[in-house]
């Protein structure tokens, strides 16, 4: 079964730091792009991030840049974002999600159940 | 960025009812759109990528249209799973953008 599980979501004060895990199983994760998008309470779905499948291109919403990083480790079929100098409008649950492609056109087809952030003193 | 505005916000409607939402962006996309659905405290799953082609195990009730700026998701007989909030999503250019979603409430 094609699964992503997200890790890592907790409470953190201001300025502080989280990192984020989601692990992959049931495809080849090294052929995949993978994006994280996140969903503050009671809001609607905001993209964060994306990295390619060897993990040598990255992009960032300019919400989160220089401040977020994507990351991922193939050899263990895990994706992560390190979340640094975090913000209250930060809080949100983040999604990692699967990248897939038929021809030129990209989409998001699997998705995690989301790990919840909350960044609050 | 490009600007993803979705109408309605929300909508009422009943079991078996025709259901249409559009999504309208900023600047021209091609057929760059997809559409998501999902239900309180689940995440999104996809239906149609590329305008108006069903992601596999979606029922054939859902279909995409459009092109350029102005895009259409129909639910031809509204089930009731089908409930639900309804986003789009451009992936023309970077940063992907969402609609701010319509909300498909039972009337």
């Known amino acids: 079964e094609v699964q992503l599980v997200e890790s890592g979501g907790g409470l953190v004060q201001p300025g502080g730091s989280l990192r984020l895990s989601c692990a992959a199983s049931g495809f080849t994760f090294s052929s995949y792009w993978m994006h994280w998008v996140r969903q503050a309470p009671g809001k609607g779905l905001v993209w964060v991030s994306r990295i390619n499948s060897d993990g040598s291109t990255t992009s960032y919403a300019d919400s989160v840049k220089g401040r977020f990083s994507i990351s991922r480790d193939n050899a263990k079929n895990t994706l992560y974002l390190q979340m640094n100098s975090l913000r209250a409008e930060d809080t949100a649950v983040y999604y990692c999600?699967?990248?897939?492609?038929?021809?030129?056109?990209?989409?998001?087809?699997?998705w995690g159940k989301g790990t919840t952030v909350t960044v609050s003193s | 960025d490009i600007q993803m505005t979705q109408s309605p916000s929300s909508l009422s409607a009943s079991v078996g009812d025709r259901v249409t939402i559009t999504c309208r962006a900023s600047?021209?996309?091609?057929?760059?759109l997809n559409w998501y659905h999902q239900k309180p405290g689940k995440a999104p799953k996809l239906l149609i990528y590329?305008?108006?082609s069903l992601q596999s195990g979606v029922p054939s009730r859902f279909s995409g249209s459009g092109s350029g700026t102005d895009f259409t998701l129909s639910i031809s007989s509204l089930q009731p799973e089908d409930f639900a909030t309804y986003y789009c999503q451009q992936s023309y250019s970077v940063p992907w953008t969402f609609g701010q979603g319509t909300k498909v409430e039972i009337k």
């Open positions: 590329a305008a108006s």
């Open positions: 999600a699967r990248g897939s492609s038929w021809g030129s056109y990209y989409y998001m087809d699997v």
């Open positions: 600047q021209s996309i091609s057929n760059y």
